[in-house]
T-cell receptor, first 113, second 113 residues
Framework: SAVISQKPSRDICQRGTSLTIQCQVD?????MFWYRQQPGQSLTLIAT?????????ESGFVIDKFPISRPNLTFSTLTVSNMSPEDSSIYLC??????????FGSGTRLTVV | QQQVKQSPQSLIVQKGGISIINCAYE??????FPWYQQFPGKGPALLIA?????SEKKEGRFTISFNKSAKQFSLHIMDSQPGDSATYFC????????????FGQGTELSVKP
């Protein structure tokens, strides 16, 4: 399965600022996904990012708040903009690989103060 | 119709016992049902998965039982060990349509020595 490197692993940010999270995959993949996992909760899909097209956002998530880039088949970024304490969560990227597998990065633990 | 409902929310099992986690879904078009294991500070890792044309799949101590008519599937962990203590998530997706993973709420498993 694909190996995902996600950076940073954790960060503490001031409210009103923005943080960009990077996701690097060791192989070319068509579909990449960004999830949010609030403390003690399940995973909620933010958006699907396919190379060469605009990201598709889920209900409740907007591009102005979570802009996504997908410049090539191995890399994507998610920016959390104008952060508030409610944005404190773990953010995870995921890719769809062969043999019906979806692989996840180790996540970015974000704390907004 | 896109929901996956998971129970119980938490589970305590003695070492050597059987852990059973249940999930139910509504969308009969789902065609891929994975289980993920997540340790604190880590991203979810694929544990085992099943397709709806199979009623059971076993990998080592982990077994998925799938009941298509009842729209339910479950994870059984035989001979549970303290190292199995983690959060488990079931999920479902329309894999053949390039679908996203829909996660259950998660089950926090604690295996007591």
């Amino acid at each position: 399965s694909a190996v995902i490197s996600q950076k940073p692993s954790r960060d503490i940010c001031q409210r009103g600022t923005s943080l960009t999270i990077q996701c690097q995959v060791d192989s070319q993949v068509t579909m990449m996904f960004w999830y949010r996992q609030q403390p003690g909760q399940s995973l909620t899909l933010i958006a699907t990012a396919n190379q060469g097209s605009e990201a598709t956002y889920e209900s409740g998530f907007v591009i102005d708040k979570f802009p996504i880039s997908r410049p090539n088949l191995t890399f994507s970024t998610l920016t959390v903009s104008n952060m508030s304490p409610e944005d404190s969560s773990i953010y995870l990227c995921s890719v769809r690989g062969g043999n019906y597998g979806y692989t996840f990065g180790s996540g970015t633990r974000l704390t907004v103060v | 119709q896109q929901q996956v409902k998971q129970s119980p929310q938490s589970l305590i099992v003695q070492k050597g016992g059987i852990s059973i986690i249940n999930c139910a879904y509504e969308n009969t078009a789902f065609d891929y049902f994975p289980w993920y294991q997540q340790f604190p500070g880590k991203g979810p890792a694929l544990l085992i998965a099943i397709r709806p044309d199979v009623s059971e799949k076993k990998e080592g101590r982990f077994t998925i039982s799938f009941n298509k008519s009842a729209k339910q599937f479950s994870l059984h962990i035989m001979d549970s060990q303290p190292g199995d203590s983690a959060t488990y998530f079931c999920a479902a997706t329309l894999y053949n349509q390039g679908g996203k993973l829909i996660f259950g709420q998660g089950t926090e498993l604690s295996v007591k020595p």
